[in-house]
């Protein structure tokens, strides 16, 4: 499935017309949407490919580990470990698990991965390809942050939620901005849903397009939401390094928590995770 | 052959299959290899009937329940509308009718049975579903207690196994009572099978998902309820239908003890242990029987008295007396569990375990035995015999008001120590009541004992598993 070919055929249509793209020699999926600012960022920075069974790669993946504060400022039930219980790759996938368990005054284990430290970008294209979990109150998510938080306490810092999703709602994924002026219930972002299809039964591509002054999203071949500074109600703060984050929360104010139904333990599957500049 | 249509379209399978054998082998095409192709048509009702749809009321049901309703519909130009009967309506007790296409229609692209429904009223509709067709409704599949109100709201019942359904004749069928005693009427449109591509995450299950375990022997055939399967839908929603045992594959650990048959029935066969486990499409249902077979079963001797000297309690040779419960499960001292769990080809046995005391009760009404002269019991004790055992019966009379309390209440004991017992063997005991000393009343009677603790055993039972048969009251 990590062949250059899958990865053309996979390629989001809106590349331009006209600006030939060449990945590996291979050929050209052409559409366009003359409308759409569009920059094309073709060179591989990171190809994170999930192939070694074990502990994902410590160059690249550090970890949250614990409750955070307030359930990492969202209420969420779990206690994030790195254990290889909640986070292991295996045949050609990172897996993280959430389990239902008590541990450390918690009702729930996860894990939540962060390349804070590791590794940073601004602008390009950040995609992965993953199956998601599925059931009330699971809350898996593939996201940024300003690489200056620690000196520019979020929102200040600026958040990219390249995908969220409500395992509650397994049809629909969220992408969206936080700033200064527009956090939490006030971020500005859209949903996109599949008509014939679920995010819990296959795998789909969730990335971002995102150059000065623009982030377009997209999950694998459709364009569904391009955001512009003047789409936001304050500071456009997305021109500096941001690092990624990949997680499975379990309840919290974003998506209420599990109920009887909700089938443990519960995996977010990730194919890879590829960044281009 | 059902018409041309069909037999061209097997043609055209068959030029494939030819094309693409002929580079790979030089046999020819058997019989065996034609398929048989059914119409595809995913419309029940849209607008109207759809080709080769019937309409075939149940027995008994309103036979006029259903009509086509030009002036409610959700969509097109007319809807199913089926009219709930009140209680004691003349016409029918219930609405309930399957819609067939006896021609078999291929049902295997699809993954679900949608349309659109609302009410006069909220209710809830007992049975409706799919794949009754007054035959052997192989491929039976209901949803249960369907919430409806007065809204237009969308339905989905998710086909267990679409791969099972390439020739089904039962499209849609439906069964519902009246609610609190009153009618109603209900509209369905817009009826057909889907493929949306949501239904995910299935999740079947045998006994309700239930780990039972049974006391079985040769010969029993106990069946598997509770077949179930579950779907996730693109609304969140789990949604359950009771599926038929055919859509299910049941494995036995053991075949030589018992093994299943394609109805869901458990075939005893030997001694020892079975666990019976199942699979649907694939996926492992969720809980399991496993049979526990003590071998041949001795039931004890069949009573031979005239049914006009006895009251039962509890036998198969007689007519029974209501008869409230075979274990009240008294709080907080009473450890006993069981009643009348063992079924023998139908010979019921009640089977206690953790004995230390226990009561049958029969008190609505209470029973005058003021006729009868003795009490018959056989019991079986299902253990090694311990030193101390004891088995106490007691016999609790109400009284004049009929009711447990009041002042008025007795009650006697008879105890059968183990110079008079055995263990695995069947002990059949005629006492007379007169050895219930202290029952002075005979004419509400409504409690029978069996006791295995007392102060002798320092309040620890002394018998532990216990069958019990053929509890009745008998003059000579």
């Keep these: ?277 | 052959m059902k018409n041309m249509r069909t037999n061209k379209v097997v043609f055209t399978i068959l030029t494939g299959f030819i094309i693409i054998s002929i580079s790979s082998c030089e046999r020819k095409l058997s019989d065996e290899v034609k398929l048989a192709n059914y119409p595809n048509n995913p419309a029940v009702y849209i607008d109207g009937f759809s080709g080769g749809l019937q309409y075939l009321p149940f027995g008994g049901s309103k036979l006029d329940a259903f009509t086509v309703d030009t002036q409610n519909r959700y969509a097109g130009s007319s809807a199913m509308r089926f009219d709930v009967p009140n209680v004691n309506d003349p016409t029918g007790a219930y609405a309930g009718a399957i819609f067939p296409d006896f021609g078999g229609r291929d049902l295997s692209g699809y993954d679900a049975l949608t349309f659109w429904a609302k009410a006069t009223q909220s209710a809830t509709i007992n049975e409706i579903g799919f794949g009754n067709s007054f035959g052997e409704n192989k491929f039976l599949t209901t949803l249960n207690n369907m919430r409806i109100n007065t809204t237009w709201t969308k339905y989905t019942i998710p086909l267990p196994d679409p791969s099972r359904l390439t020739f089904e004749k039962g499209m849609f069928w439906y069964a519902e009572g009246p609610e609190n005693g009153n009618g109603y009427t209900f509209w369905i449109d817009e009826l057909k099978f889907e493929k949306l591509g949501t239904v995910a995450q299935p999740r079947p299950s045998i006994l309700n998902g239930e780990e039972k375990v049974e006391t079985s022997f040769i010969g029993a055939n106990p069946t598997l309820t509770g077949l179930t399967q579950t779907f996730n839908l693109p609304t969140g929603q789990n949604q359950t239908v009771t599926a038929a045992p055919a859509y299910f594959t049941f494995n036995s650990s053991n075949p030589g003890v018992a093994r299943v048959n394609d109805q869901g029935v458990v075939i005893v066969l030997g001694t020892g242990n079975a666990k019976i486990t199942a699979e649907l499409n694939g996926v492992k249902a969720k809980g399991s029987l496993t049979i526990q077979s003590l071998g041949q079963f001795i039931l004890p001797p069949r009573p031979a008295r005239l049914p006009a000297n006895v009251i039962s309690i509890f036998s198969d040779a007689y007519t029974n007396v209501p008869v409230d419960f075979y274990n009240g499960f008294f709080a907080p001292f009473q450890t006993t569990l069981g009643g009348a769990d063992i079924n023998v080809n139908g010979d019921r046995i009640i089977q206690y375990t953790n004995l230390n005391f226990v009561a049958t009760e029969f008190k609505n009404p209470t029973v005058n035995v003021s006729q009868m002269t003795h009490l018959h019991v056989d019991f079986q004790i299902r253990e090694t015999l311990k030193p101390n055992a004891f088995i106490t019966i007691q016999l609790g009379d109400f009284g004049a008001n009929a009711a447990f309390g009041g002042g008025d209440d007795t009650s006697g004991q008879f105890k059968i120590t183990t110079p008079n017992l055995s263990s695995n063997q069947w002990i059949s005991r005629d006492i007379p009541l007169s050895s219930f000393t202290g029952l002075t009343g005979r004419n509400n009677m409504a409690q029978i004992f069996f006791i295995s603790s007392d102060a002798s055993s320092g309040n620890q039972s002394t018998v532990s598993t216990l069958w019990v048969d053929n509890m009745y009251f008998y003059k000579n």
């Design chain 1, 1 to 277: 499935m990590k062949t250059n070919t899958q990865f053309m055929n996979i390629r989001p249509r809106w590349f331009g017309k006209g600006k030939l793209v060449l990945i590996a020699g291979a050929m050209l999926l052409g559409c366009s949407d003359y409308t759409q600012k569009v920059t094309n960022f073709n060179q591989l920075v990171l190809a994170e490919e999930f192939d070694t069974n074990g502990p994902p790669n410590p160059a690249i993946w550090g970890y949250d580990i614990g409750r955070g504060q307030n359930g990492w400022g969202n209420n969420e039930l779990q206690f994030y470990t790195d254990r290889s219980k909640n986070v292991t790759v295996k045949d050609g996938n990172l897996v993280i698990t959430a389990e239902k368990e008590s541990f450390n005054g918690a009702e729930y284990t996860s894990a939540r991965l962060i390349t804070k430290g590791k590794f940073q970008q601004a602008y390009g294209r950040f995609e992965a390809r993953m199956r998601l979990p599925w059931g009330q109150g699971m809350w898996p998510a593939f996201w940024m942050l300003g690489s200056d938080i620690d000196t520019n306490p979020w929102p200040g810092a600026g958040e990219i939620d390249i995908m969220e999703f409500r395992g509650q709602n397994p049809t629909t994924v969220l992408g969206t901005v936080h700033g200064p002026g527009y956090s939490g219930g006030q971020s500005i972002g859209k949903s996109y849903s599949l008509k014939n299809g679920r995010f819990d039964t296959e795998f789909h591509i969730f990335g971002v397009e995102w150059g000065p002054k623009y982030i377009n999203f997209y999950v694998d071949n459709v364009l569904y939401n391009q955001i512009t500074p003047a789409n936001l109600p304050g500071e456009w703060v997305f021109d500096k390094p941001f690092f990624l984050l990949l997680n499975l929360a379990v309840g919290g104010s974003f998506v209420g928590s599990p109920n009887n139904e909700t089938v443990f333990p519960q995996t977010l599957l990730v194919d890879y995770v590829r960044i281009y500049k």
